[in-house]
């Protein structure tokens, strides 16, 4: 580490002390300029902002530099922009209906070629007048699901004779002819493509291999691949200097930067991008742009929403200078004419969605129609933040040294706190890796998908919405009693938007950039491969999943039906650990059947003094089948979702081994519905012996931090940046324990009830694919569970905004 970063370590042990004093909400800005996102980070973006479409993947800059164009592939709308990086204006958009990270503009400016995603074809768009025509389209084959392809990169010669596509989905390099648009040949690449980059003499190709940690080279004489060159883990963006002598690599699983000689066809250096010595996960390393001068290295770390700057001056000897912080998830900078442009994929804040999904009001005369894609009105958290793009004046040094003070301060994340965490002496919950803890048995239950103010809006006792409740006490009476009984946590927030990247988060602590980047496409309807819960070892993290933590620790583990079903492992780690009649997610099967198999495998591993020390359970049927005919109710599926989890935490507490057992509960994510603070704020639970009683903790904890815990318990390092930087849930617990039962409360609704109704929302519900919970549509299944719980024609509550609250945390004496 520098000299100059370790004379802030003062500065920043200073700002660490007074934020750990606070408890806030999320999505507003503080008096410092910062903006508190659901995870526990902070935002504090410099330069200018311009307001762009949802999740910008890639900004192309033109030959002459007077235009750049983006585009935008999110959940929602997506959209190709035109942009006056002089100006900083908008100068046209174009609606899509498919679209990808690939674009790239002709060296006369007079075309633009954008991936066209899943239809498996490239836009050509026309440019006249800063204007972008109505485009022809280059096809690569049939429209998904026919045919899987999805062109990512795009790169074209100077004559505009050959155009490049590399992709996703076949792992292939298409060569075309532009103006015939005819391919002309197709080169087999050893796994999926990121991005593409043309030599200067136009010799060869260089693809980022996002499946591998390689580079392909590919020689545009032979079309053949002449050299693979290694690099990180996660190949992402590629960047050129002007002669081609030197090819950098940014490697988003790495938190690196590769730098190549291309001559010598070999790294030559590698820049760590974080912003402490770690080799933890967590900066998701995926932008790069060089200075005029080529003295300078930007880098933009998405997680760590911040840009590295390098000093690239001295090849093999380049040091860190500094960084820049930026927006939420930065995904690709440039230099334009002296400044620095830097798209934010997720935008400049987090935000409540009391507007939905759910129906809008009939006193509305907007025109909207259910099923629009129209998300700005429904507030569906798949296209509730919006993108932007930042102009940033390169800083000078002085102004480099404010800008990476202001990173550290919105940096929860410290390498210390790898080793120590926050806590309290005398604590269940130990310090450090390797303490010992009274708890010696983990119990940890993902549900599905609901919000807190669905949930617990009615309890008077939490910040509660009540008008946004959908499943009071009446229909989740033991979710109440434990709250109520244990722990109310009114300020707990999910790390991931939806279910693609929930069960990522909920067992790594991170999603990688493929989860990031790829869940909003197959969740907007535009078709590309899923299989995000372990189905493809594309999208797992670096070092793994919890279990793979545990396994290499010597902690014995087994999994209920999360990442796997009836004793088939979806990752290696979990073979041999499945429970062999545990359901994975399938809402014809009841959450009873899934208590029955935890109780009956439970029981025998206790009778032979087996119970294994940490424990997976999927409890999914909160997730409902919205209002299909035949189906569960809402009503009864969430019912039955809560008298499960009653029976469980019943059962486990008349147990021998409830006296060192601890249970957490949450939501892998909180898509399905509304809440008035922050649309990833959900229900969790911490149920035990060690557990205070009957208290409302206010402090902000996310899926991280309970993560953070159960590792501190089992004795676990934590597995990326963001559960390092969590605080442990030690105000939860009590160095006095009551080992007093729980006593399941029966449920107060038919749980056999079935849809019967034939309306709207039962027709739109026959067109929902239920076959795993990537597949129903959540903006639309979220809109019928309204109606079914508030009427058919039910009228939308009055939008209600968060305010900008700070709590002082009070310090409970108890433990000390």
Known sequence: MSLYFKKLSLVIATVFAFNGLWAQLPGKTNQTGQVLLPNGWKISPVGRSLQLGDLPLNMAVSRSKKLVAVTNNGQSTQSIQLIDPKAEKILDESIVGKSWYGLTFSSNEKELYASGGNDNWILNFHISKNKLGKPDTIILGAPWPTAKICPTGIAVNRSNSTLYAVTKEDSSLYIIDPVSRKIINKVQLPAIAYSCILSPAEDFLYVSLWGAKSIAVVSTKSNVISATIPAGDHPDELLLNKKGTVLYVANANDNSVSVISTSGRKITETFSTTLYPTQLTGSTTNGLALSDDEQTLYIANADNNCLAVFDVSKSGNSKSMGFIPVGWYPTNVKNVNGKILVTNGKGLTSMANPKGPQPISKADNSGYQFGSTDNSRLQYIGGLFKGSLSFIDPPKENKLKEYTKQVYANTPFTDKKVAI??????????????????????????????????????????????????????????????????????????????????????????????VEKTWPTSYGNRGGSTSFEGGRPVTYPKDGFIWDYCKRAGISYRSYGEFGEYGKANIKSLVGHMSPKSPGFDMDIKDQVRADAWQNDFDSLLAIYQVPQFNTLRISNDHTSGQRKGKYTPFAAVADNDLAVGRIIDHLSHSSIWNESVVFILEDDAQNGPDHVDAHRSPAFVIGPYVKRNAVIHTMYSTSAFLRTMELILGLSPMSQYDAAATPLFECFTSKPDFSPYAVKPALVDLERR?????????????????????????????????????????????????FVILEQKKDDDDD
């Open 755 to 803: 849809n019967i109704a034939n309306n709207k929302s039962s027709q739109r519900s026959e067109l929902f694919d239920f076959a795993n919970e990537d597949k129903a549509p959540d903006l639309d299944l979220n809109e019928v569970v309204w109606k079914f719980v508030k009427g058919e024609d039910s009228i939308m509550p009055a939008p209600k905004r968060s305010a």
């Open 421 to 514: 965490s926050e806590g309290v002496r005398g604590n269940p919950i130990p310090q450090k890796v390797g303490d010992s803890s009274p708890i010696k048995h983990v119990f940890y239950i993902i549900k599905e998908n609901r919000t807190y103010d669905q949930v617990f809006g009615d309890m008077s006792e939490g910040n509660g919405d009540s008008s946004l409740c959908l499943f009071g006490k009446n229909i989740t009476p033991n979710h109440h009693a434990l709250a109520k009984d244990f722990v109310l946590l009114d300020n707990f927030y999910v790390d991931a938007e939806v279910s693609a990247d929930g069960h990522n988060w909920s067992m790594a602590a991170y999603a990688t950039d493929v």
